[in-house]
């Protein structure tokens, strides 16, 4: 049995595309096309429904991907046991991390890491929460941080540490002279957002419709996909932002940035930590108990 044939299967039902597949994985199509026939001749089944609009599992290829999921939490046991009894925690360490999470908290948390757990390789890459959802259904992160509660079914998602999304404006705005403003003002203000998909974003539009403010009114005017540049824009007084307090702590305390308050209205959020529990292996499960242990003595 081949286990990469099983691995480009697995990731095929996951995506539901060959083509896909085929980028997520670095293989071309038609050798995406050919390992899945050959587990078909092999089975002697069909396990994809395709049609020209879409792509399926067939009852058999629903089987398959069952025993598949089977074998890969059994494979990673197996080899966290096996590092387990040797004392010594190695191996690859994969992290995709939103963001505000990826420049402002994981970078310290990775670092006390490295300390404890010297002969782990970490990967790290910043993604929006989407990619890493996809990144990790396609196997290719092993642990991902993220700053929105996402809904999927076969992924597991653990709050770690609470957040506060604030409205900053350059410090001689003419909101710098009041003590707060109102939502409705908020919604004539000229805004600097983070892109759709992210975490930012996404709690951002969540909040405002949980009270009952609809987020296709917030005046946006520039959407970019990175803080730095939303703080740079900002302070050159082409609008206001709602930016994570984590963000923008430095630039608070140099005072090159003002915190503007809503009246009775606060845009709150958990970060979170969101992995597949069946593929977990030593070094991800250390990561987890060490970002438990950090942020559980933080609020104590």
């Not at 026939?37 to 599992?57: A, H, I």
């Not at 058999?60 to 590092?83: D, H, R």
């Not at 910043?126 to 509660?149: A, P, Q």
């Not at 969540?206 to 009952?212: A, E, G, W």
Request: with cysteine; net charge neutral; aromatic share 8%.
């Amino acid at each position: 049995m081949n286990l990469d044939y099983l691995k480009v299967f697995y990731v095929a039902a996951h995506n539901k595309s060959f083509s896909q597949t085929a980028k997520d994985l670095h293989l071309s199509q038609s050798s995406v096309s050919i390992q899945i026939k050959q587990l078909e001749e092999q089975w002697d089944c069909q396990l994809f429904e395709r049609t020209t609009k879409k792509m399926s599992l067939t009852p058999a290829g629903e089987i398959v991907f069952k025993q598949v999921q089977k074998l890969f939490s059994i494979m990673n046991e197996t080899t966290n046991e096996l590092q387990e009894l040797k004392g010594v925690v190695h191996g690859d360490l994969q992290v995709g991390a939103s963001l505000t999470i990826g420049e402002h908290i994981l970078p310290f948390v990775l670092a006390e890491f490295n300390k404890l757990y010297p002969k782990v390789d970490i990967r790290f890459k910043v993604f929006n929460s989407r990619y890493i959802i996809e990144k990790l259904n396609n196997r290719e992160i092993n642990l991902g941080f993220i700053e929105s509660m996402l809904s999927y079914p076969t992924l597991k998602q653990v709050p770690f540490a609470e957040d506060e999304l604030i409205i900053i404006a350059p410090p001689n705005h003419w909101l710098s002279e009041k003590e707060c403003i109102s939502i409705e003002e908020l919604l004539t203000l000229p805004l600097i957002m983070r892109e759709k998909g992210s975490g930012t974003r996404q709690v951002t539009e969540d909040t405002l419709r949980r009270n009952h403010v609809d987020p296709t009114k917030l005046n946006i005017v520039i959407e970019l996909e990175q803080t730095e540049a939303i703080k740079s824009v900002v302070e050159a007084g082409l609008g206001v932002s709602i930016l994570s307090r984590h963000a923008v702590k430095k630039e608070l305390e140099l005072q090159t940035l003002k915190h503007i308050v809503i009246k009775e209205f606060r845009f709150l959020r958990s970060f979170y930590m969101v992995y597949n529990e069946e593929a977990l292996q030593l070094p991800s499960k250390k990561l987890i108990e060490l970002v438990n242990n950090i942020f559980t003595d933080k609020k104590t």
